[in-house]
């Protein structure tokens, strides 16, 4: 079992929609999370950045952890075409080795 | 623009060769990593440095090897290149070696033929 599991998709939805996407983990010790989207064949960029449970919201762009679960859940509210892109998950624990562990990323498209 | 810069862009070799790849933190950042990503596939960590020392190792192969120099930009060797190598090697910064964020470079994109 991979220590982040994330449904690589594709995940259609038309413009507008609400986005759901979604990252399980093994490792409890796990304290941050991050959320990041890469357009194709690009390198991928921050979108958010959360410390231990809660939500976080920037903008259209909600982040949501659930350490009881092991869950963590990025949506995008008000979707656009220009949010079509592959959201990577990464998490880490605050030790000695701040290795970052990431999810295989899922593929948004969304349809005008 | 992320601050973090890679060269080359795009580089096509053969089988056999050794390449170089460069990359240039963002201003003050004293980590630099380096990842792989194959076709349709999830990041691969290689290895971090930390303001010119190695603190951290993933799924690196012997092949491969990299350092930080001390203006603490970050070189990453690949030699003895099989068509497998060919892969997007991107190169990320963060501030101190800690439970920073991650900023990317654009990737430098080999091929090996």
């Known amino acids: 079992q991979k220590e982040v599991e994330q449904d690589p998709g594709p995940l259609s939805v038309p413009e507008g929609a609400i986005v759901s996407l979604n990252c399980t983990y093994s490792?409890?010790?796990?304290?941050?999370f991050m959320w990041y989207r890469q357009y194709s064949r690009k390198g991928p960029e921050l979108l958010m950045y959360?410390?231990s449970s809660g939500n976080k919201e920037d903008g259209r762009f909600t982040a949501q952890v659930d350490k009881s679960s092991k869950y963590i859940s990025l949506f995008i509210r008000d979707s656009q075409p220009s949010d079509s892109a592959t959201y990577l998950c990464?998490?880490?624990?605050?030790?000695?080795?701040?290795?970052?562990?990431w999810g295989a990323g899922t593929k948004l498209i969304i349809k005008p | 623009d992320s601050g973090v810069t890679q060269t080359p862009k795009h580089l096509i070799t053969a089988t056999g060769q050794r390449v170089t790849l460069r990359c240039s933190p963002r201003?003050?950042?004293?980590?630099v990593y380096w990842y792989q990503q194959s076709l349709d596939q999830g990041l691969q960590f290689l290895i971090q440095?930390?303001?010119?020392?190695?603190?951290a190792k993933g799924n690196i192969l012997e092949r491969f090897s990299a350092q930080q120099f001390p203006d603490l930009h970050s070189e990453l060797n690949l030699s003895s290149l099989e068509l497998g190598d060919s892969a997007l090697y991107f190169c990320?910064?963060?501030?101190?070696?800690?439970?920073?964020?991650?900023?990317f470079g654009p990737g430098t994109r080999l091929t090996v033929l």
């Open positions: 440095y930390y303001n010119g020392e190695e603190r």
């Open positions: 959360t410390y």
């Open positions: 990320a910064s963060s501030p101190s070696g800690g439970a920073d964020e991650q900023f």
């Open positions: 490792n409890s010790a796990f304290q941050y």
């Open positions: 201003s003050g950042d004293l980590s």
């Open positions: 990464a998490m880490g624990e605050f030790n000695s080795n701040y290795q970052l562990i």
